[in-house]
């Protein structure tokens, strides 16, 4: 994000469990992709050993390595490219900045009635507030469903911090905190996010992974972008429903906005 | 409407395609009636520029008639007659705010895109690739203009499209240029590059009170464009050898500040030009830094290097030394075209300046695929080619 951006984000269990860390920083290949890698590889060798030539074995080589990425879970070449096929599973935790042209006060207002988030937060569907302090969140989940909880504000300071709560019998447990500080030589608000979604159980733990896509990291950063978008042009930028030309079926396979 | 795609490298087409519409409420749209091919379109058409998709609409140098606005245009009404600036720009962020429009914040709908490979998004900018927005373009019949209450600047009657139309970009490009080299009473400014942002470069060194303007090219019809009608003393790099020629010609201490309009594909037959083919080749490098280099060597210490050319990734053997030994300025940028339409408006009305010395080519919209070939090709002289839909 343009002016200032600090993010860290980390599966919340990740930071509990130093050992845990480890082992999937290395895992980056998916499931389906490690089983296609490994059957690949199976044949590979074997194909390649019945050759009993200097391609064949070189064929042997390259089906180890891919057994070795479908058993292992860890690609070279993916690591090299900075490409994960495999899934977050647990939390999400994210600690993020961002620089917006108003006051401390106006971006307060706005964000103070929660029911706006869901104008820049892609993972919600709306929320719904019910008192004073106590709101109703839909969230987006897989395959047209939602997920729902209420949440309580714990604390708020007019004009520099927010934080709430999901409620105890919340299925997904969560809690944000947003901070809004003057930046320096009256150059707008600094913007602080923290937000940590924290599932009991392993399935629901799938659907947090999911609500935020294959990179939840980027997701929030893509939210606050429109969040500062919103609140500085008054509108967010798109191209979505302009015309363009005609393209071929590779083009249309290939473009990532088909 | 008619408008012109790209399909892919040297390959660009007229197709029809829907009108565009209002899609947010600082939107308008503008009936096209002039519109330009850059020499950065050529960037495209050579398939230099990333994240470009078949189909894609071409063209950010533009003007016409508004039809429609959107409801927060409150400046603008149906009829006006208006310039569009080729960079997009909110108006209201850090950057809008400290003139530097051609940074803007929230104009790109691709930022993430571009701040992988630029670590921060510039503006968004028409027909230019997906990783600086992928707008529609303005070689079309109609655009949609987003943010339209900041950006369009109204012309007055009087002046012809011709006259105006530069102010979309290459004007201004070419002024920001000579701005950038901080130009005192007796320098001498040295130009790479003889095409439509150089010629601006040179007339517009001479507005900020250049003494000389050394032009350097090889395409004939281009270097005696610069000498004739924008007053420049000229090299034939074909013929001449740059770096000694300039030497001697500002007796022995080098030009004040150099100019690269040029950019990411220069030519050159210097060992340095050959390495740098081959590196592009082979996917080593992405940029062509011929220029750049003579231009770094070629400045007198103190200097200033100016460069306007665009460049979209990276570029290899940059002689870094000779920036810092020689104590350079480095200046760049996309031109932050809102800054200079209203003065530069100006001084087409004293009649300081006429724009359409560089109009080699007028054509329709239905001939642009020949205007680019022909403006790719340097063929039937062709210096810079003006459609009208």
Same mark, same amino acid.
């Given at each position: 994000?343009?002016?200032?951006?600090?993010?860290?984000?980390?599966?919340?269990?990740?930071?509990?469990?130093?050992?845990?860390?480890?082992?999937?920083?290395?895992?980056?290949?998916?499931?389906?992709?490690?089983?296609?890698?490994?059957?690949?590889?199976?044949?590979?060798?074997?194909?390649?050993?019945?050759?009993?030539?200097?391609?064949?074995?070189?064929?042997?080589?390259?089906?180890?390595?891919?057994?070795?990425?479908?058993?292992?879970?860890?690609?070279?070449?993916?690591?090299a490219?900075?490409?994960?096929?495999?899934?977050?599973?647990?939390g999400?935790?994210?600690?993020?900045a961002?620089?917006?042209?108003?006051?401390?006060?106006?971006?307060?207002?706005?964000?103070?009635?929660?029911?706006?988030?869901?104008?820049?937060?892609?993972?919600?569907?709306?929320?719904?507030?019910?008192?004073?302090?106590?709101?109703?969140?839909?969230?987006?989940? =897989? &395959?047209?469903?939602?997920?729902?909880?209420? /949440?309580?504000?714990?604390? #708020?300071? %007019? +004009?520099?911090? @927010? !934080?709430?709560?999901?409620?105890?019998?919340?299925?997904?447990?969560?809690?944000?905190?947003?901070?809004?500080?003057?930046?320096?030589?009256?150059?707008?608000?600094?913007?602080?996010?923290?937000?940590?979604?924290?599932? =009991? &159980?392993?399935?629901?733990?799938?659907?947090? /992974?999911?609500?935020?896509? #294959?990179? %939840? +990291?980027?997701? @929030? !950063?893509e939210?606050?972008?429109?969040f500062?978008?919103?609140?500085?042009?008054?509108?967010?930028?798109?191209?979505?429903?302009?015309?363009?030309?005609?393209?071929?079926?590779?083009?249309?396979?290939?473009?990532?906005?088909? | 409407?008619?408008?012109?795609?790209?399909?892919?490298?040297?390959?660009?087409?007229?197709?029809?395609?829907?009108?565009?519409?209002?899609i947010?409420?600082?939107?308008?749209i503008?009936?096209?009636?002039?519109?330009?091919?850059?020499?950065?379109?050529?960037?495209?058409?050579?398939?230099?520029?990333?994240?470009?998709?078949?189909?894609?609409?071409?063209?950010?140098?533009?003007?016409?008639?508004?039809?429609?606005?959107?409801?927060?245009?409150?400046?603008?009404?149906?009829?006006?007659?208006?310039?569009?600036?080729?960079?997009?720009?909110?108006?209201?962020?850090?950057?809008?705010?400290?003139?530097l429009?051609?940074?803007?914040?929230?104009?790109n709908?691709?930022?993430?895109?571009?701040?992988k490979?630029?670590?921060?998004?510039?503006?968004?900018?028409?027909?230019?690739?997906h990783?600086?927005?992928?707008?529609?373009?303005?070689q079309?019949?109609?655009?949609?203009?987003?943010?339209?209450d900041?950006?369009p600047?109204?012309?007055?009657?009087?002046?012809?499209?011709?006259?105006?139309?530069?102010l979309?970009?290459?004007?201004?490009?070419?002024?920001m240029?000579?701005?950038?080299?901080?130009?005192?009473?007796?320098?001498?400014?040295?130009?790479?590059?003889?095409?439509?942002?150089?010629?601006?470069?040179?007339?517009?060194?001479?507005?900020?009170?250049?003494?000389?303007?050394?032009?350097?090219?090889?395409?004939?019809?281009?270097?005696?464009?610069?000498?004739?009608q924008?007053?420049?003393?000229?090299?034939?790099?074909?013929?001449?050898?740059?770096?000694?020629?300039?030497?001697?010609?500002t007796?022995?201490?080098?030009?004040?500040?150099?100019?690269d309009?040029?950019?990411?594909?220069?030519?050159?037959?210097?060992?340095?030009?050959?390495?740098?083919?081959?590196?592009?080749?082979?996917?080593?490098?992405?940029?062509?830094?011929?220029v750049?280099?003579?231009?770094?060597?070629?400045?007198?210490?103190?200097?200033?290097?100016?460069?306007?050319?665009?460049y979209?990734?990276?570029?290899?053997?940059?002689?870094?030394?000779?920036?810092?030994?020689k104590?350079?300025?480095?200046?760049?940028?996309?031109?932050?075209?809102?800054?200079?339409?209203?003065?530069?408006?100006?001084?087409?009305?004293?009649?300081?300046?006429?724009?359409?010395?560089?109009?080699?080519?007028?054509?329709?919209?239905?001939?642009?695929?020949?205007?680019?070939?022909?403006?790719?090709?340097?063929?039937?002289?062709?210096?810079?080619v003006?459609?009208?839909p």
């Amino acid at each position: 994000m343009a002016a200032t951006e600090r993010d860290v984000i980390s599966t919340a269990k990740q930071n509990r469990v130093p050992g845990r860390q480890l082992v999937a920083q290395q895992r980056n290949v998916g499931t389906v992709d490690r089983l296609i890698s490994a059957v690949a590889g199976g044949a590979l060798t074997t194909f390649g050993a019945m050759q009993r030539s200097a391609p064949g074995v070189a064929l042997a080589v390259a089906g180890t390595y891919l057994i070795y990425r479908g058993v292992v879970g860890n690609c070279l070449g993916y690591k090299a490219l900075g490409i994960s096929t495999a899934q977050p599973s647990q939390g999400i935790a994210v600690n993020k900045a961002v620089t917006i042209n108003k006051t401390p006060a106006e971006l307060y207002e706005f964000w103070h009635n929660f029911e706006n988030l869901p104008r820049f937060m892609d993972h919600l569907q709306s929320v719904t507030v019910q008192d004073n302090n106590r709101s109703h969140w839909v969230a987006k989940a =897989p &395959a047209g469903t939602t997920v729902e909880w209420d /949440a309580m504000i714990t604390d #708020e300071q %007019p +004009n520099s911090s @927010i !934080s709430w709560h999901s409620t105890p019998e919340a299925s997904i447990a969560n809690w944000g905190t947003v901070r809004f500080e003057e930046a320096t030589g009256g150059r707008g608000t600094v913007v602080h996010v923290e937000l940590e979604y924290q599932p =009991p &159980a392993s399935k629901l733990g799938a659907i947090v /992974a999911k609500l935020f896509g #294959e990179e %939840p +990291n980027q997701q @929030i !950063s893509e939210d606050l972008r429109r969040f500062k978008r919103l609140m500085e042009a008054g509108e967010i930028p798109t191209t979505a429903g302009q015309p363009r030309g005609s393209r071929s079926m590779l083009g249309k396979l290939l473009s990532p906005s088909s | 409407m008619k408008a012109l795609t790209w399909q892919g490298k040297n390959d660009v087409r007229v197709e029809t395609v829907p009108d565009p519409q209002i899609i947010n409420q600082r939107d308008a749209i503008i009936k096209i009636t002039s519109t330009a091919i850059c020499g950065s379109d050529l960037h495209l058409y050579d398939g230099y520029i990333p994240s470009m998709e078949a189909g894609d609409i071409l063209g950010h140098e533009f003007m016409g008639e508004v039809v429609e606005v959107g409801k927060e245009v409150t400046n603008l009404k149906r009829g006006d007659r208006v310039v569009v600036p080729f960079p997009i720009a909110c108006g209201n962020c850090f950057f809008c705010k400290s003139d530097l429009w051609s940074c803007c914040d929230n104009s790109n709908p691709n930022a993430w895109m571009a701040e992988k490979l630029w670590g921060y998004s510039p503006a968004g900018i028409y027909g230019y690739s997906h990783l600086v927005g992928g707008y529609a373009g303005g070689q079309a019949e109609y655009a949609r203009v987003p943010f339209a209450d900041v950006g369009p600047i109204t012309i007055p009657d009087g002046l012809d499209d011709e006259q105006v139309l530069f102010l979309t970009d290459i004007f201004p490009t070419g002024y920001m240029a000579a701005e950038n080299c901080n130009i005192q009473r007796g320098d001498t400014i040295a130009v790479w590059g003889a095409g439509p942002v150089g010629q601006f470069a040179i007339v517009s060194a001479f507005l900020l009170g250049a003494e000389r303007v050394i032009a350097i090219d090889r395409v004939p019809e281009r270097l005696q464009m610069a000498q004739q009608q924008a007053g420049a003393e000229i090299i034939n790099f074909d013929q001449q050898p740059v770096l000694d020629t300039l030497k001697e010609m500002t007796g022995g201490r080098g030009p004040d500040a150099v100019i690269d309009a040029v950019g990411l594909e220069s030519h050159g037959a210097s060992p340095d030009a050959l390495y740098d083919r081959a590196k592009v080749a082979t996917l080593q490098a992405t940029d062509r830094g011929h220029v750049l280099r003579d231009a770094i060597l070629a400045c007198r210490k103190g200097g200033t290097v100016s460069v306007p050319g665009v460049y979209g990734g990276f570029v290899d053997k940059i002689p870094m030394g000779a920036v810092v030994n020689k104590g350079l300025t480095i200046k760049a940028g996309q031109t932050h075209v809102h800054r200079y339409l209203r003065p530069l408006l100006e001084r087409i009305q004293r009649d300081e300046v006429n724009p359409a010395f560089v109009i080699t080519h007028r054509m329709k919209l239905d001939d642009a695929p020949f205007g680019y070939e022909i403006f790719k090709k340097k063929q039937e002289e062709c210096i810079k080619v003006v459609l009208k839909p």
